[in-house]
């Protein structure tokens, strides 16, 4: 049988075998989806019209069953593309020590500030900004030599890459092979760390022991100067804005502001990103502030009494690094994205926990 040209393949997709397109409104004419055609088709014209070796051709004759999920591929070389956003980033932290702990030789490629969050791993990490530009992305890949890439991320621009590499990938996005379907009833943690379950050895569940992400030396030593003058323990440290939508709604806790202005039994410091400090100065103006990297912001949030958070990258750094998290959850899957350690309030009979949830919880603790 003649193979088939890659633009048959092309024209099947967007115009169907007899020719005429799907219905008066055919997605293939969206910019954004035509674009991602002619990136899969120049693919798939490389490699289909690559000649087959004789080990490629010649048929695979099995003695033994296909291997079961939980067979160990340790010897793998595996590339680990880390999520966009910082706490699913945070949250893929298990998948990430669970690979070390399995003997794995794996690579991170993340955001310049993944770097700084797991500096005091010993990972093998590329932390650039260049992390979505595709072309630099699958140039890393090639000269890294790897076996198989774990996406955490389901998007396009994440496959993409793995694919012009000619890289096998396990993820969440319905070209990769094999493809992880989320199960709906599990945390986020568990969505990443099944994408390396077989490479670790068929382990079931994330070790919630000695999971906590270490700090380095140097930002302990900066703590004590950055909160010099500033604040002095027992201190409650607040996090009271968070950048990102969830479907649209604000992420942030409506009582912000009253608890802020009105609680007095403990000093109170703000942590927040360097864009949200002149906010937070002009909405608190007696409250104090400090922006710094994240590594130094995790260090201050572990000699806080508490932590309060929104639902929010701030929430999983206090989590993962061994902080008293309280997260403060409204709009968002409780289920998925509550912290990982620490404590999180939730609404009775609505969406929010009230102002006396949090008072009474601190008062608790």
């Known amino acids: 049988m003649q193979r088939g040209r890659p633009d048959d393949f092309r024209r099947n997709l967007m115009h169907g075998h007899n020719g005429t397109r799907y219905g008066n409104c055919c997605w293939s004419y969206h910019p954004f989806y035509r674009y991602q055609f002619q990136i899969i088709s120049r693919w798939l014209r490389f490699h289909l019209q690559q000649p087959l070796t004789f080990e490629q051709a010649r048929p695979v004759l099995r003695t033994q069953p296909a291997p079961s999920v939980a067979t160990p591929h340790t010897q793998e070389k595996l590339a680990v593309r880390l999520p966009n956003w910082l706490g699913d980033t945070l949250m893929a ?14 690579t991170c490629f993340g955001h310049p500030w ?19 530009d595709k072309r630099w992305l699958a140039h890393q890949y090639r000269q890294g030599g790897f076996s198989r890439a774990l996406l955490c991320p389901s998007s396009w621009s994440a496959w993409i890459p793995a694919a012009l590499a000619g890289l096998p990938s396990t993820g969440h996005h319905p070209l990769s092979s094999p493809r992880i379907r989320k199960d709906p009833d599990a945390h986020r943690v568990e969505h990443y760390f099944e994408l390396g379950r077989v490479a670790m050895g068929g382990v079931a569940k994330p070790n919630r022991i000695n999971g906590f992400i270490p700090l380095d030396s140097r930002s302990m030593d900066q703590v004590d100067a950055l909160l010099s003058g500033l604040v002095e323990a027992p201190f409650v440290v607040v996090c009271p804005y968070a950048t990102n939508l969830h479907k649209g709604m604000d992420k942030e806790w409506p009582h912000w502001r009253e608890f802020i202005n009105g609680y007095t039994d403990k000093p109170l410091l703000g942590l927040v990103a360097p864009e949200d400090k002149a906010r937070f100065a002009k909405d608190y103006p007696t409250t104090a502030v400090i922006s710094t990297r994240l590594s130094e912001t995790a260090a201050i949030m572990c000699r806080a009494d508490h932590v309060i958070t929104n639902d929010s990258g701030a929430m999983h750094l206090a989590s993962f690094f061994g902080a008293s998290a309280v997260g403060l959850l409204g709009v968002t899957n409780h289920r998925e994205t509550q912290p990982w350690f620490g404590t999180s309030l939730s609404g009775t009979g609505q969406p929010w926990p009230c102002l006396d949830d949090l008072s009474q919880h601190l008062t608790k603790g």
């Open 93 to 106: 932290y298990p998948l990430l020590n669970g690979l070390n702990q399995a003997g794995v030789d794996f």
């Open 114 to 132: 993944a770097g700084d969050i797991f500096g005091a791993t010993g990972f093998s990490i590329v932390a650039d900004e260049r992390i979505r």
